[in-house]
């Protein structure tokens, strides 16, 4: 008795080892029980506290860094040391989009941080001139990093980006950018009593952010190159969003970039877009020969920009006739043609005009109004 | 003598009976153990960095890659989140009244999720794969955390066919327990 008392000791002590320090993680895909996922994917009303956010992935975050400007240089090409602008910082590929298709106006804040223990990023200085010289102040491996929000509404994932001209600037204190996204608009579909509701496509709001900054060029990068154990430099994002509140869906935001909180308190760079390639630019581009898609609104002189830098635009004709002086506008400053008129009602207009020293050339895009 | 070694052996059925109670303590013992380990732990778990982008220094070597790759589309690029971002749990321990996660089927990708505390970056919660079109609702954590309010961190991480992660995206959410 005595034995098998000290027998069932060993058996309750071994009990209360087990319990007290063994913890078990259930597998990733191996949850059973509380953790149902349902493959319905219906639902039978629409539950505004449900968000539905496009957003990029890490994939769309990589940038480059281009000390010794090789990215100016391509194969089998020759640039002068004046062409090769080193020193700078492009994105891997691009803007990238975050998109709010929810069924209401959402506030998006986008969290920025520079990573990487033996960079230091370089944070505003007095003024913009100052910050980019600070970037070349020594022999360390400095990086000015920003991010360039979007000068157009981002209704897609294939809407153009076009620079608004700052480049808010990310160290490694994060750095948040507040935008106010509008609804979506959705329908609701009836299937056998089964209520389904979808956004319609391309009707959400959205911005997108690009990359950019500067990097000494005076510095060492070889240990961020180095097969074993580089050195790492790069950045963290994360995202938030929440129903904006109605003091945020009117608040009048920041001149020239759609949706972003006038409450934005991030140190900013003035950007200088690079000048453009032959070309029309209004948020969105189009060869000569061809189209651009204009929205019919009900509001009076939509104005469509036709930049062409340093060349004189001549001889404006909208279908074939000369424009009337009413319905166009040439600001010789900038170089820039608009486009002025009630677009309500308007249909297809092919408006052609000429670049003073192309002799003949004329230059045709198509405005197609929808 | 006989006698003495008699009292020495143990009974043949009582030995058996012993052996097999003692299994049996030891299976509910780790039953008891893997519910307890689940709702619970002792030790902290630190999760992995939150989405992000990589800097890489154009060299000689690479450059001619990465102006292929700059002209390249990327394949799961965006991922459509569609969740409620506001978490109740009524107590520790408990499963969520309210907590949704939906795998658009806008998307092309599983996915599962891992969430963590911002401040402590600890994971209180690594959840099954979810298939493009199918939904996880008020799920319990792995973790019990105190009556409170937390900020916590959704990551996301696409998965391949064969369940090898390609890429992440990270979502801030509020937690509250009790």
Do not use: C
């Amino acid at each position: 008795m005595k034995k098998m008392r000290k027998q069932l000791t060993w058996i309750m002590a071994l009990m209360l080892i087990f319990a007290l320090n063994t913890s078990v993680f259930a597998a990733v895909g191996e949850d059973e029980g509380e953790d149902t996922v349902t493959g319905d994917g219906t639902t039978e009303y629409i539950d505004l506290e449900i968000y539905s956010v496009v957003l990029p992935t890490g994939k769309l975050l990589d940038f480059t860094l281009d000390p010794q400007g090789l990215l100016a240089i391509g194969l089998n090409e020759k640039a002068t040391l004046d062409e090769l602008k080193g020193g700078t910082i492009v994105p891997a590929n691009g803007a990238v989009k975050a998109i709010n298709n929810s069924a209401v106006d959402i506030a998006l804040s986008i969290e920025l941080t520079g990573t990487g223990e033996d960079v230091t990023f370089i944070e505003y200085g007095d003024d913009a001139e100052t910050t980019i010289a600070n970037v070349e102040a020594d022999d360390g491996n400095n990086v000015l990093l920003y991010a360039a929000p979007s000068a157009v509404n981002i209704v897609s994932t294939e809407t153009q980006y076009s620079a608004a001209g700052k480049g808010y600037i990310i160290t490694d204190d994060p750095s948040t950018l507040q935008f106010v996204l509008k609804a979506a608009e959705y329908e609701i579909e009836n299937n056998d009593g089964v209520y389904t509701a979808d956004a319609i496509d391309n009707t959400g709001s959205g911005t997108a952010i690009q990359l950019g900054g500067y990097v000494n060029t005076k510095a060492d990068w070889n240990d961020y190159v180095k097969e074993l154990e580089p050195s790492e430099v790069g950045i963290s994002v994360v995202f938030s969003y929440r129903k904006a509140t109605d003091d945020e869906s009117k608040d009048t935001g920041v001149t020239g970039i759609p949706g972003l909180l006038s409450s934005t308190d991030v140190p900013a760079l003035t950007l200088t877009p690079p000048a453009p390639e032959r070309g029309f630019i209004n948020g969105e581009s189009a060869t000569n020969g061809g189209t651009l898609t204009v929205t019919k609104s009900s509001n009076l002189n939509y104005d469509i920009d036709f930049n062409f830098a340093e060349k004189t635009i001549t001889d404006v004709r909208s279908n074939g006739s000369t424009l009337n002086a009413t319905f166009y506008e040439i600001n010789t400053t900038t170089n820039k043609l608009k486009i002025k008129g009630s677009w309500s009602s308007a249909g297809d207009k092919t408006i052609t005009f000429k670049l003073d020293d192309d002799g003949d050339t004329t230059y045709t895009v198509l405005l197609r109004f929808v | 003598m006989n006698e003495e070694r008699d009292a020495g052996r143990v009974n043949p059925f009582r030995k058996g009976l012993l052996t097999g109670g003692a299994a049996a303590l030891v299976i509910a013992a780790l039953a008891v153990a893997f519910h307890l380990g689940a709702g619970s732990r002792t030790t902290m778990i630190e999760a992995e960095p939150v989405a992000g982008g990589r800097g890489v220094v154009a060299v000689p070597e690479n450059v001619e890659e990465l102006r292929e790759k700059a002209q390249q589309p990327v394949e799961d690029g965006y991922y459509e989140t569609r969740m409620n971002v506001e978490w109740v749990f009524p107590g520790p321990g408990e499963p969520s009244s309210n907590a949704y996660v939906e795998n658009s089927t806008n998307n092309k990708r599983t996915v599962y999720f891992d969430l963590v505390l911002a401040d402590t970056n600890e994971l209180v919660y690594s959840s099954p794969f979810i298939p493009v079109g199918a939904k996880l609702e008020k799920f319990q954590l792995d973790a019990e955390i105190p009556r409170g309010e937390y900020k916590g961190i959704v990551t996301y991480h696409l998965v391949d066919d064969d369940y090898q992660e390609l890429t992440t995206v990270s979502v801030a959410v509020t937690l509250r327990v009790g």
